[in-house]
């Protein structure tokens, strides 16, 4: 070591010291915030399917789904309807789309031996369709592994820029976690600085959603689906509630849910949804997921009881 070049021993220091700062940042991620933790504990989630070989059912969809269904609540209400599910869980990370849910499929479902027999996709505006947002950082540092990059050149359009953010992620928590660290750093120096931050994305946000996109494609969703049923499974696509900034369903995704046979629940304005009933322009309060929970197992039951006959 002594006899090493000055610059040789700056590399070697800043490796050690970014080595070690990856190593303790792994230990304690789960403490930066709540939804990085429900991240770290997919993987025990999925794997509860498989500690039973009774009917399971899984709830996937990001905040809008988190807020809206109570899964212990819908799993006594199915009970209720003469459903039992032994098994019913719920994956909902934050700001995910069709992407990071089909990732999570590929990697902590489909392998599993007791698959789910139903799973529900909460969803709103077009996070279903291909054109909804594809995170690099997101789908690389959390949900996909690096065999799922060449599924997403071939589906999406990935710059060089991009696939180097997914590979960099997918290896490096400090990159993963670097807007985190940001946001937290700057929220302390900077008065209002999350609330300001939050309004923006908002404005683009909806901005986003209420652009003029000539045709919406649902490749990924239709290869989902048909995933799903060669397991002989079955999927709900659950369109969510939402206070602010109403949508309209897709033609698109109305076709391929004609064409592909499965059930659409609409739950984008029903009546028993009052504007009380929300946290914020999207989120449903403890009171309105309670209503909709209850809505949702009463619906999937008269699914159930018409597919039997």
């Known amino acids: 070591m002594k006899n090493l070049p000055t610059v040789a021993k700056v590399l070697i220091t800043l490796a050690v010291l970014l080595f070690t700062a ?127 990059l060449m599924h997403f050149t071939e589906q999406a359009t990935m710059g060089s820029a991009e696939i180097g953010e997914f590979l960099t992620a997918s290896t490096f928590r400090l990159f993963t976690h670097r807007e985190a660290f940001r946001n937290k750093a700057l929220g302390i120096l900077i008065p209002h600085y999350m609330t300001a931050t939050q309004d923006i994305n908002r404005r683009l946000r909806n901005t986003d959603n209420s652009s003029s996109e000539p045709d919406k494609t649902y490749n990924e969703l239709g290869q989902v689906i048909e995933k799903i049923e060669s397991y002989n499974k079955h999927i709900v696509l659950m369109a969510m509630p939402v206070r602010d900034n109403s949508y309209q369903l897709d033609p698109g995704l109305l076709d391929i849910v004609k064409h592909k046979d499965i059930t659409l629940l609409d739950y984008r304005n029903p009546d028993f949804i009052t504007d009380n009933l929300f946290l914020d322009e999207m989120h449903l309060n403890n009171k309105g997921s309670t209503l909709l929970t209850h809505k949702l197992a009463v619906d999937f039951a008269k699914l159930r009881s018409t597919s039997r006959q």
């Open 22 to 148: 990856e190593v303790l940042l792994r230990s304690v991620e789960g403490s930066l915030s709540g939804n990085i933790s429900h991240v770290i504990e997919i993987p025990e989630l999925s794997e509860r399917f498989d500690q039973t070989n009774k009917p399971g059912l899984l709830i996937l969809g990001n905040s809008l789904t988190n807020n809206g269904i109570d899964a212990p609540l819908l799993k006594s209400g199915l009970e209720a309807q003469d459903l039992a599910y032994s098994t019913v869980e719920k994956i909902v990370p934050d700001a995910t789309t069709i992407w990071s849910w089909s990732c999570i499929l590929r990697n902590r479902i489909y392998e599993l031996r007791n698959k789910p027999n139903t799973v529900f996709i909460g969803f709103a505006w077009n996070q279903l369709a291909d054109q909804s947002r594809l995170l690099p950082t997101q789908l690389g540092g959390f949900f996909c592994s690096y065999s799922d």
